[in-house]
Protein backbone atom coordinates (compact mmCIF):
# COMPACT_ATOMS: atom_id res chain seq x y z
CA UNK A 1 0.00 0.00 0.00
CA UNK A 2 1.10 3.72 -0.86
CA UNK A 3 0.03 6.36 0.76
CA UNK A 4 -1.73 9.09 -0.02
CA UNK A 5 0.29 12.66 0.02
CA UNK A 6 -1.41 15.19 2.25
CA UNK A 7 -0.30 18.22 0.20
CA UNK A 8 -0.01 20.89 3.02
CA UNK A 9 1.29 23.62 0.49
CA UNK A 10 -1.69 23.20 -1.72
CA UNK A 11 -4.09 23.44 1.41
CA UNK A 12 -2.42 26.40 2.81
CA UNK A 13 -2.96 28.56 -0.69
CA UNK A 14 -6.83 27.67 -0.21
CA UNK A 15 -6.24 28.81 3.69
CA UNK A 16 -4.66 32.03 2.52
CA UNK A 17 -7.64 32.45 0.10
CA UNK A 18 -10.02 32.53 2.31
CA UNK A 19 -8.45 34.97 4.51
CA UNK A 20 -7.55 37.23 1.97
CA UNK A 21 -11.45 36.91 0.80
CA UNK A 22 -12.29 38.27 4.43
CA UNK A 23 -9.55 40.83 4.58
CA UNK A 24 -10.85 42.48 1.25
CA UNK A 25 -14.15 42.68 2.79
CA UNK A 26 -13.15 43.88 5.88
CA UNK A 27 -11.83 46.86 4.53
CA UNK A 28 -14.82 47.29 1.50
CA UNK A 29 -17.06 47.09 4.38
CA UNK A 30 -15.69 48.20 7.25
CA UNK A 31 -12.53 50.37 6.40
CA UNK A 32 -10.37 47.90 8.45
CA UNK A 33 -7.28 46.15 7.59
CA UNK A 34 -5.87 43.50 10.13
CA UNK A 35 -2.54 43.87 11.25
CA UNK A 36 0.08 41.55 12.58
CA UNK A 37 3.48 42.39 14.50
CA UNK A 38 6.11 39.90 14.48
CA UNK A 39 9.00 40.76 16.81
CA UNK A 40 12.33 38.77 16.26
CA UNK A 41 15.20 39.32 18.69
CA UNK A 42 18.67 38.02 17.20
CA UNK A 43 20.13 37.05 14.30
CA UNK A 44 19.29 32.93 14.04
CA UNK A 45 19.14 32.89 10.52
CA UNK A 46 16.05 29.82 10.73
CA UNK A 47 13.93 32.56 12.42
CA UNK A 48 15.28 35.28 10.16
CA UNK A 49 14.04 33.24 6.81
CA UNK A 50 10.45 32.17 8.73
CA UNK A 51 10.24 35.93 9.89
CA UNK A 52 10.73 36.88 5.56
CA UNK A 53 7.91 34.41 4.50
CA UNK A 54 5.22 35.81 7.54
CA UNK A 55 6.05 39.21 6.20
CA UNK A 56 5.70 38.55 2.65
CA UNK A 57 2.65 36.29 2.92
CA UNK A 58 0.76 38.64 5.26
CA UNK A 59 1.32 41.50 2.81
CA UNK A 60 -0.28 39.32 -0.02
CA UNK A 61 -3.21 38.42 1.57
CA UNK A 62 -4.12 42.56 1.69
CA UNK A 63 -2.86 42.91 5.65
CA UNK A 64 -0.50 45.03 7.14
CA UNK A 65 2.84 43.53 8.03
CA UNK A 66 5.13 45.63 11.12
CA UNK A 67 8.33 43.87 11.56
CA UNK A 68 10.36 44.86 14.48
CA UNK A 69 14.25 43.10 14.63
CA UNK A 70 15.61 43.88 17.71
CA UNK A 71 19.67 43.10 18.51
CA UNK A 72 20.23 39.59 20.56
CA UNK A 73 21.02 41.87 23.79
CA UNK A 74 18.22 43.62 23.81
CA UNK A 75 17.09 43.63 27.72
CA UNK A 76 13.82 42.21 28.63
CA UNK A 77 12.44 45.99 29.72
CA UNK A 78 13.00 47.18 26.48
CA UNK A 79 11.44 44.01 24.77
CA UNK A 80 8.25 44.00 27.02
CA UNK A 81 7.64 48.15 26.15
CA UNK A 82 7.39 47.42 22.70
CA UNK A 83 4.71 44.83 23.53
CA UNK A 84 3.04 47.52 25.81
CA UNK A 85 3.27 49.69 22.85
CA UNK A 86 2.26 46.82 20.20
CA UNK A 87 -0.80 45.70 22.95
CA UNK A 88 -2.20 49.68 22.76
CA UNK A 89 -1.76 49.76 19.12
CA UNK A 90 -5.33 49.79 17.19
CA UNK A 91 -3.82 48.91 13.79
CA UNK A 92 -2.01 45.97 15.42
CA UNK A 93 -4.30 42.99 16.22
CA UNK A 94 -1.72 40.73 16.19
CA UNK A 95 1.55 40.15 17.75
CA UNK A 96 4.12 37.21 17.29
CA UNK A 97 7.48 37.04 19.49
CA UNK A 98 9.75 34.46 17.38
CA UNK A 99 10.54 31.77 19.88
CA UNK A 100 13.05 30.89 21.03
CA UNK A 101 14.60 34.18 22.45
CA UNK A 102 17.86 34.39 23.25
CA UNK A 103 18.83 33.81 27.00
CA UNK A 104 18.63 36.20 29.22
CA UNK A 105 14.96 36.77 28.75
CA UNK A 106 12.55 34.76 30.08
CA UNK A 107 10.02 33.48 27.68
CA UNK A 108 7.22 33.04 29.29
CA UNK A 109 7.27 36.40 31.08
CA UNK A 110 7.39 38.22 27.52
CA UNK A 111 4.95 35.81 25.93
CA UNK A 112 2.53 36.77 29.13
CA UNK A 113 2.75 40.14 28.34
CA UNK A 114 0.96 40.28 24.79
CA UNK A 115 -2.72 41.03 25.35
CA UNK A 116 -4.08 37.62 24.68
CA UNK A 117 -6.83 39.24 22.29
CA UNK A 118 -3.99 39.84 20.14
CA UNK A 119 -1.87 36.36 20.83
CA UNK A 120 -1.94 34.82 17.45
CA UNK A 121 0.44 32.07 18.15
CA UNK A 122 -1.98 31.28 21.46
CA UNK A 123 0.79 30.54 24.15
CA UNK A 124 -0.38 33.20 26.50
CA UNK A 125 -2.07 31.42 29.86
CA UNK A 126 -5.28 32.84 29.17
CA UNK A 127 -6.01 30.69 25.96
CA UNK A 128 -3.66 27.96 27.17
CA UNK A 129 -6.67 28.00 29.62
CA UNK A 130 -9.37 28.75 27.10
CA UNK A 131 -8.36 25.84 25.04
CA UNK A 132 -7.81 23.24 27.91
CA UNK A 133 -11.22 24.10 29.08
CA UNK A 134 -13.00 24.05 25.67
CA UNK A 135 -13.56 27.89 25.50
CA UNK A 136 -13.10 30.06 22.68
CA UNK A 137 -9.50 30.46 22.40
CA UNK A 138 -6.29 32.22 19.89
CA UNK A 139 -4.92 28.60 18.67
CA UNK A 140 -1.11 28.03 18.13
CA UNK A 141 -0.79 27.87 14.82
CA UNK A 142 0.75 24.41 14.40
CA UNK A 143 -1.75 22.36 15.91
CA UNK A 144 -4.63 24.01 14.55
CA UNK A 145 -2.96 23.59 11.13
CA UNK A 146 -2.78 19.95 11.39
CA UNK A 147 -6.05 19.67 12.87
CA UNK A 148 -7.54 21.40 9.78
CA UNK A 149 -5.54 18.70 7.87
CA UNK A 150 -7.17 15.62 9.77
CA UNK A 151 -10.39 16.84 9.44
CA UNK A 152 -10.20 17.81 5.93
CA UNK A 153 -8.98 13.83 5.25
CA UNK A 154 -10.98 12.34 7.46
CA UNK A 155 -14.57 14.84 8.03
CA UNK A 156 -15.18 13.64 11.70
CA UNK A 157 -12.25 12.33 13.77
CA UNK A 158 -14.46 11.01 16.81
CA UNK A 159 -13.33 7.78 18.50
CA UNK A 160 -10.32 7.85 16.47
CA UNK A 161 -6.86 6.66 18.84
CA UNK A 162 -4.79 9.39 18.19
CA UNK A 163 -0.82 9.78 19.58
CA UNK A 164 0.90 12.65 19.92
CA UNK A 165 4.67 12.61 20.17
CA UNK A 166 6.66 15.36 22.01
CA UNK A 167 4.73 17.61 25.01
CA UNK A 168 5.98 21.22 24.33
CA UNK A 169 3.54 23.57 24.62
CA UNK A 170 4.08 25.11 21.62
CA UNK A 171 2.85 21.90 19.62
CA UNK A 172 2.49 18.60 21.17
CA UNK A 173 0.32 19.45 24.46
CA UNK A 174 -2.16 21.97 22.24
CA UNK A 175 -1.93 19.65 19.33
CA UNK A 176 -3.73 16.41 22.14
CA UNK A 177 -6.63 19.41 22.96
CA UNK A 178 -7.48 19.73 20.03
CA UNK A 179 -7.81 16.18 18.87
CA UNK A 180 -9.55 15.53 22.67
CA UNK A 181 -11.64 18.43 21.70
CA UNK A 182 -12.61 16.58 18.47
CA UNK A 183 -13.00 13.54 21.06
CA UNK A 184 -10.51 11.31 19.98
CA UNK A 185 -8.79 9.05 22.40
CA UNK A 186 -5.14 10.96 22.78
CA UNK A 187 -2.22 9.38 24.01
CA UNK A 188 0.85 11.96 24.41
CA UNK A 189 3.83 9.68 24.10
CA UNK A 190 7.62 11.92 25.15
CA UNK A 191 11.40 11.04 26.06
CA UNK A 192 10.11 9.13 28.93
CA UNK A 193 7.76 6.85 26.79
CA UNK A 194 7.59 3.07 27.52
CA UNK A 195 8.23 1.35 24.39
CA UNK A 196 7.15 3.83 22.33
CA UNK A 197 6.89 1.60 18.92
CA UNK A 198 4.39 -0.24 20.72
CA UNK A 199 2.30 2.95 21.76
CA UNK A 200 2.46 4.18 18.12
CA UNK A 201 1.56 0.73 16.75
CA UNK A 202 -1.82 1.17 17.94
CA UNK A 203 -2.55 5.00 16.65
CA UNK A 204 -5.14 5.57 13.73
CA UNK A 205 -3.51 9.31 13.55
CA UNK A 206 0.21 10.06 14.54
CA UNK A 207 1.60 13.23 15.10
CA UNK A 208 5.17 13.61 15.39
CA UNK A 209 6.59 17.33 17.02
CA UNK A 210 9.83 16.04 18.34
CA UNK A 211 12.53 17.49 16.60
CA UNK A 212 14.57 14.12 15.59
CA UNK A 213 15.83 13.39 12.36
CA UNK A 214 13.49 10.66 10.57
CA UNK A 215 13.22 8.83 14.22
CA UNK A 216 9.61 7.32 12.96
CA UNK A 217 10.04 3.87 11.04
CA UNK A 218 7.08 2.78 9.19
CA UNK A 219 7.23 -0.29 11.07
CA UNK A 220 6.06 1.62 13.62
CA UNK A 221 2.49 2.42 11.47
CA UNK A 222 -0.34 0.98 11.59
CA UNK A 223 -1.48 0.28 8.47
CA UNK A 224 -3.42 2.76 7.21
CA UNK A 225 -3.09 5.57 9.89
CA UNK A 226 -2.90 8.75 8.84
CA UNK A 227 0.49 10.34 9.95
CA UNK A 228 0.70 14.44 10.60
CA UNK A 229 4.84 15.35 10.38
CA UNK A 230 5.54 18.49 12.39
CA UNK A 231 9.32 17.70 12.52
CA UNK A 232 11.42 20.35 10.87
CA UNK A 233 15.10 19.48 10.71
CA UNK A 234 18.19 20.06 8.45
CA UNK A 235 19.96 17.10 7.47
CA UNK A 236 23.45 16.62 5.64
CA UNK A 237 22.83 15.84 2.08
CA UNK A 238 25.93 14.46 0.86
CA UNK A 239 23.89 13.62 -2.67
CA UNK A 240 22.79 17.12 -3.39
CA UNK A 241 27.04 17.90 -3.57
CA UNK A 242 29.23 18.79 -0.71
CA UNK A 243 28.39 20.64 2.51
CA UNK A 244 24.69 20.84 1.11
CA UNK A 245 21.28 20.18 3.11
CA UNK A 246 18.01 19.25 3.23
CA UNK A 247 15.33 19.13 5.21
CA UNK A 248 13.60 16.30 6.66
CA UNK A 249 10.73 15.26 8.76
CA UNK A 250 10.57 12.85 12.79
CA UNK A 251 8.99 10.91 10.14
CA UNK A 252 10.84 8.34 8.21
CA UNK A 253 9.11 9.37 5.12
CA UNK A 254 9.99 6.28 2.48
CA UNK A 255 8.75 3.67 4.73
CA UNK A 256 5.82 5.71 6.49
CA UNK A 257 4.79 6.20 3.03
CA UNK A 258 4.75 2.25 2.16
CA UNK A 259 2.27 1.80 5.36
CA UNK A 260 0.51 4.76 6.14
CA UNK A 261 -3.09 5.77 4.76
CA UNK A 262 -2.05 9.34 4.23
CA UNK A 263 0.80 11.09 4.97
CA UNK A 264 2.44 14.55 5.07
CA UNK A 265 5.38 15.52 3.63
CA UNK A 266 8.45 17.63 4.89
CA UNK A 267 8.93 20.34 3.37
CA UNK A 268 5.24 20.88 2.08
CA UNK A 269 3.44 19.85 4.70
CA UNK A 270 2.50 21.04 8.25
CA UNK A 271 5.23 24.20 7.82
CA UNK A 272 3.33 26.04 5.34
CA UNK A 273 0.10 25.65 7.37
CA UNK A 274 1.45 26.80 10.12
CA UNK A 275 1.95 30.73 8.35
CA UNK A 276 -1.67 30.16 6.74
CA UNK A 277 -3.16 29.50 10.07
CA UNK A 278 -1.21 32.47 11.62
CA UNK A 279 -2.80 34.79 9.17
CA UNK A 280 -5.91 33.12 9.73
CA UNK A 281 -5.74 33.48 13.20
CA UNK A 282 -5.33 37.60 12.57
CA UNK A 283 -8.50 37.88 11.01
CA UNK A 284 -10.08 36.31 13.46
CA UNK A 285 -8.10 38.57 15.92
CA UNK A 286 -9.01 41.87 13.96
CA UNK A 287 -12.68 40.86 13.65
CA UNK A 288 -13.02 39.67 17.42
CA UNK A 289 -11.48 42.95 18.35
CA UNK A 290 -14.03 45.10 16.28
CA UNK A 291 -16.87 43.11 17.68
CA UNK A 292 -17.35 41.43 13.99
CA UNK A 293 -18.33 37.90 12.89
CA UNK A 294 -15.75 36.02 12.34
CA UNK A 295 -14.55 33.71 9.25
CA UNK A 296 -16.23 30.50 9.25
CA UNK A 297 -13.70 27.36 8.88
CA UNK A 298 -10.65 28.98 9.91
CA UNK A 299 -10.77 28.52 13.36
CA UNK A 300 -10.98 25.42 15.74
N1 LIG B 1 6.18 22.80 11.02
C1 LIG B 1 6.09 23.78 11.90
O1 LIG B 1 5.42 24.76 11.66
C2 LIG B 1 6.78 23.68 13.18
C3 LIG B 1 7.72 22.70 13.35
N2 LIG B 1 8.33 22.52 14.53
C4 LIG B 1 9.26 21.39 14.62
O2 LIG B 1 8.63 20.36 15.39
C5 LIG B 1 9.58 19.65 16.15
C6 LIG B 1 9.19 19.72 17.62
O3 LIG B 1 9.18 21.06 18.04
P1 LIG B 1 8.91 21.47 19.57
O4 LIG B 1 7.65 20.87 20.03
O5 LIG B 1 9.11 22.91 19.65
O6 LIG B 1 10.17 20.72 20.26
P2 LIG B 1 10.61 20.56 21.79
O7 LIG B 1 12.07 20.29 21.74
O8 LIG B 1 10.09 21.68 22.61
O9 LIG B 1 9.85 19.24 22.25
C7 LIG B 1 10.20 18.00 21.75
C8 LIG B 1 9.41 16.91 22.45
O10 LIG B 1 9.84 15.67 21.92
C9 LIG B 1 10.09 14.77 23.00
N3 LIG B 1 11.16 13.84 22.65
C10 LIG B 1 12.48 14.10 22.51
N4 LIG B 1 13.14 12.99 22.21
C11 LIG B 1 12.24 12.00 22.17
C12 LIG B 1 12.31 10.60 21.94
N5 LIG B 1 13.47 10.01 21.67
N6 LIG B 1 11.18 9.88 21.97
C13 LIG B 1 10.01 10.48 22.24
N7 LIG B 1 9.86 11.79 22.46
C14 LIG B 1 10.97 12.53 22.44
C15 LIG B 1 10.48 15.64 24.15
O11 LIG B 1 10.21 14.94 25.34
P3 LIG B 1 10.52 15.53 26.81
O12 LIG B 1 9.42 16.51 27.07
O13 LIG B 1 10.46 14.33 27.69
O14 LIG B 1 11.87 16.17 26.74
C16 LIG B 1 9.59 16.86 23.95
O15 LIG B 1 8.36 16.70 24.58
C17 LIG B 1 10.92 20.30 15.80
O16 LIG B 1 11.49 19.58 14.72
C18 LIG B 1 10.53 21.68 15.34
O17 LIG B 1 11.49 22.22 14.43
C19 LIG B 1 8.03 23.31 15.62
C20 LIG B 1 7.11 24.31 15.52
C21 LIG B 1 6.45 24.61 14.27
N1 LIG C 1 6.40 32.46 18.14
C1 LIG C 1 6.65 31.50 17.26
N2 LIG C 1 5.64 30.97 16.53
C2 LIG C 1 5.88 29.99 15.60
O1 LIG C 1 4.95 29.50 14.94
C3 LIG C 1 7.23 29.53 15.42
C4 LIG C 1 8.24 30.12 16.21
N3 LIG C 1 7.93 31.07 17.13
N4 LIG C 1 9.51 29.70 16.10
C5 LIG C 1 9.90 28.70 15.12
C6 LIG C 1 8.78 27.76 14.77
C7 LIG C 1 8.98 27.04 13.46
N5 LIG C 1 7.92 27.50 12.60
C8 LIG C 1 7.81 27.18 11.25
C9 LIG C 1 6.95 27.82 10.39
C10 LIG C 1 6.92 27.53 9.03
C11 LIG C 1 7.72 26.57 8.50
C12 LIG C 1 7.70 26.32 7.03
O2 LIG C 1 6.98 26.96 6.28
N6 LIG C 1 8.47 25.34 6.53
C13 LIG C 1 8.55 25.00 5.12
C14 LIG C 1 10.01 24.92 4.67
C15 LIG C 1 10.78 26.17 4.92
C16 LIG C 1 12.26 25.99 4.57
O3 LIG C 1 12.55 25.60 3.42
O4 LIG C 1 13.11 26.23 5.44
C17 LIG C 1 7.94 23.64 4.87
O5 LIG C 1 7.88 22.83 5.82
O6 LIG C 1 7.55 23.36 3.74
C18 LIG C 1 8.57 25.90 9.34
C19 LIG C 1 8.61 26.19 10.70
C20 LIG C 1 7.14 28.39 13.27
N7 LIG C 1 7.57 28.56 14.51
Not at 27 to 44: M, W
Amino acid sequence: MTAQIIDGKAFAATVREKVAGHVARLKEEHGITPGLAVVLVGEDPASQVYVRSKGKQTVEVGMNSFEHKLAAETSEADLLALIDRLNNDPDVHGILVQLPLPKHLNEDLVINAIDPAKDVDGFHISNVGLLGTGQKAMVPCTPLGCLMMLRDHHGSLSGMDAVVIGRSNIVGKPMAQLLLGDSCTVTIAHSRTKDLAEVVRRADIVVAAVGRPQMVPGDWIKPGATVIDVGINRIDAPEKGDGKTRLVGDVDFDSAAEVAGAITPVPGGVGPMTIACLLANTVTACCRAHGLAEPEGLTA
